[in-house]
DNA sequence: ACCTGAACACCGTTCAAGT
DNA sequence: ACCTGAACACCGTTCAAGT
């Protein structure tokens, strides 16, 4: 029946977060379908790879992300917004322990389950850089792509036991190199005041 | 016979340097067994761990490391020195996919066979970090440890088919965040022009 | 429609048995 | 001393068989 196969999919969500939670996102699908009390071939039904299980558990978090990245745009100067948005993103990324390695093949292989989410994600921090670009307080000499490898690369540290201490501190180090405030190459407060990106939303 | 011991010592280390340079640091250790011919009780009793077989192949590129920053440091000025370092042990990273992740372990676990040659180079990182510190030419808010958690991710990030094409950008991004020419709280160059480390070598 | 679990082809690791 | 490979406990993935 259809009702039972919903509650399978619910229910093997939330025993594969738990699993995630402990294991990270590398853990065992086998373990994942035992612990639901669910054959094998119904978790690879539901899912049929594991980047589709960690997309259903991810997509939220990774909307929520973007909306945080415009809201932002909104409200608050663009340094300030381009890193706040950053912090956000770092501390997402370490409830998914191992995501990073799988985000980084996924942004550029429009088969996986995982490729929308990261183009997402990427789009909103190009929004937030570019901000930052335009009023001078970022290095003009990244681009989104550039952004979301950093990202990917400061959450690969803070998965690593030996750095994850030192997180803030190395969240620090490299923002200081997105955030340089380039000494007096443009004069004036941009010459080109509009940009052709629409400024929906709030 | 000891002889034989050593002939199959010495194939093995040849067969893993190639499936790890065709498969990266996590190959199976069940293939180089095959290729080499040899029993898989043969792998394990020769190297124990993974980590006892990347160092046999490793070590030597880690001393080269540490004597190419020796070198260095007695003939070029300190900034060019720590940038043409960083320089090689991304290069040298890149032969070895996947090592990184192992490294990050390694270098708080005295009981991996992969710790001394980590130590080694971050030691030799470091003497060239606080040479270009004293110079002034480096971030004065970093330290040995946070550079070499910064060279592991720049080659865990060339280990991404994504960043790859990317590399020498990337490595601008980063090397800027380390080689941060502080604007004027050093007023003159160095009030301690002599350190005590010793400038053995040439 | 949906679910099950055996089957297949792999792993890492250990260890009795051989020479 | 040294080597071998079966044995064990795991994987991911597929698919015939069941309801």
């Known amino acids: 029946m259809r009702a039972d196969a919903e509650k399978n999919h619910r229910h093997l969500l939330a025993v594969a977060s738990e699993v995630v939670a402990e294991r990270g996102a590398d853990m065992s699908l086998r373990d994942v379908a035992r612990r639901a009390g669910v054959g094998l071939g119904t978790l ?29 745009e909104g409200s608050v100067p663009p340094e300030e917004a381009l890193t706040s948005w950053l912090r956000r993103c770092v501390a997402g990324a370490r409830e998914y322990r191992g995501i990073t390695t799988l985000m980084m093949a996924a942004i550029e292989d429009p088969g996986s389950a995982l490729h929308a989410s990261c183009v997402t994600m990427r789009a909103a921090g190009t929004r937030l ?43 620090d180090v490299l923002a200081s190199a997105i955030l340089t405030k380039r000494a007096s190459n443009n004069p004036s407060p941009s010459p080109f005041a509009d940009d052709h990106s629409p400024k929906s939303v709030a």
Do not use: C
């Open 44 to 72: 690879y039904r539901h899912f049929p790879t594991r980047e589709a299980l960690l997309d259903a558990l991810l997509r939220d978090g990774f909307e929520e992300l973007a909306a945080y990245g415009a809201e932002l």
């Open 129 to 171: 850089l570019s901000s930052a670009q335009a009023a001078g307080v970022a290095s003009s000499d990244i681009d989104g792509t550039d952004l979301f490898a950093l990202i990917a690369a400061l959450a690969w540290l803070n998965d690593q036991p030996s750095t994850s201490s030192r997180a803030d501190h190395l969240f």
